[in-house]
Nanobody, 115 residues
Framework: QVQLAESGGGLVQTGGTLRLSCAAS????????MGWFRQAPGKERERVAG????????DYADFVKGRFTISRDNAKNTVYLQMNSLKPEDTAVYYC????????WGKGTLVTVSS
């Protein structure tokens, strides 16, 4: 059974930091590309960052470059999103995604940034 469990969301002030985690199970994590997406109320889900299976290639949406860092620990089957210098517009539900033959999604974790 494929499972993706996000954690680490919460309420922070503008300029604050959060570290999101996504614990994965039920598929070959170490050979699977991973990503973080987010969705704010009334908006489409958008891609935040991606990381390849080995962690050697990462990519970021322009609106988080220089502020967010995606990483993974294949020994722990976990992908992370370090979020620094948070802004109110970062407020959204953040989802973990696994990309393989099929695409798998976590249930999301809420990040709220107050102004």
């Amino acid at each position: 059974q494929v499972q993706l469990a996000e954690s680490g969301g919460g309420l922070v002030q503008t300029g604050g930091t959060l570290r999101l985690s996504c614990a994965a199970s039920g598929f070959p994590f170490s050979s699977t590309n991973m990503g973080w997406f987010r969705q704010a109320p009334g908006k489409e889900r958008e891609r935040v960052a991606g990381i390849n299976w080995s962690g050697t290639v990462t990519d970021y949406a322009d609106f988080v470059k220089g502020r967010f860092t995606i990483s993974r620990d294949n020994a722990k089957n976990t992908v992370y999103l370090q979020m620094n210098s948070l802004k109110p517009e970062d407020t959204a539900v953040y989802y973990c995604k696994a990309t393989n033959t099929n695409n798998y999604w976590g249930k999301g974790t809420l990040v709220t940034v107050s102004s």
